[in-house]
């Protein structure tokens, strides 16, 4: 397996099937440039990785940091005030492309979150399937300080997370809140002692690629439609899903491996 690094961020297959990514812009992750080519080029290794590397795509992708006290601080506000509005626009808009391409990614993320995660950082962690924190981690969206709102998916993955009362009481204050806070509220999924997050996504990793990726997948989409959809509809959509995997997906051989006390033989 081979280490690959850009300016800001890193990668390198964990294990076959997972690809650790590690951010590293001192001094706090601002999600400038230089993190948006990387996670990109992140990504373009998860989903077609080179000969010699992990022989298919992951299945599964951690996000962590390796900046003491930052998961990422947010938008990169110094660039922010040397550009023109053209200059701003385009700026979101690489941002949000590359936070929707994580999100819409044909795998798992997972956010393994130390120190603060603010603004863009928390938008970025939003976009992942799961996310994982230190006990001392902290969270916020506090562009309302700056006379905007968050602007790579904030406004629209928060609430579908944690409710809108309290992703309005968030966004309105642009106040923090701390790890058991935002565990308590669904924000975080998993919460570990301090400086344990990567550790525990790593393992969190490895469960999620014994199951079955399509079906893992049709779950994120049956649970997504949930948000979307009226009750009949999405009921609707998991009985065509659960038909798609019986028929064309993994389930046969899920089924036979139960029946004949073995291991089934996913992809």
Not at 185 to 198: H, K, N, S
């Amino acid at each position: 397996m081979t280490d690959t690094t850009t300016q800001a961020v890193s990668w390198e297959w964990a294990v076959p099937g997972i690809l650790q990514v590690d951010l590293h812009s001192a001094p706090a992750n601002a999600l400038g440039t230089a993190i948006i080519e990387g996670l990109d080029a992140a990504l373009d290794a998860a989903l077609d990785p080179a000969p010699g590397d992990a022989g298919a795509p992951a299945k599964v992708i951690v996000i962590s940091s390796s900046i003491p006290g930052f998961f990422a601080a947010g938008a990169d506000i110094k660039l922010m005030a040397s550009i023109d509005f053209e200059g701003f626009e385009a700026y979101g808009d690489r941002l949000r492309a590359v936070v929707d391409r994580l999100a819409g990614a044909p795998l798992l993320a997972i956010a393994a979150i130390e120190g603060v995660a603010l603004g863009g950082g928390l938008e970025l962690s939003l976009a992942c399937t799961l996310r994982v924190a230190g006990g001392d981690a902290q969270f916020g969206l506090p562009e309302v300080k700056l006379g905007l709102i968050p602007g790579a998916g904030g406004t629209q993955r928060l609430p579908r997370l944690v409710g809108r009362g309290r992703a309005l009481d968030i966004m309105l204050t642009g106040r923090q809140v701390t790890a058991p806070d935002a565990h308590a509220i669904g924000l975080v999924d998993r919460l570990v002692e301090p400086g344990q997050a990567l550790a525990e996504a790593l393992t969190l990793a490895k469960t999620l690629t014994r199951a079955s990726a399509p079906a893992q997948a049709a779950v994120v989409r049956t649970v997504d439609a949930a948000f979307d959809l009226p009750l009949a509809e999405g009921n609707a959509s998991e009985r065509s899903e659960i038909a798609k995997l019986f028929t064309d997906g993994e389930g046969r051989e899920g089924i036979a491996a139960f029946v004949e006390k073995r291991r089934p033989d996913f992809a």
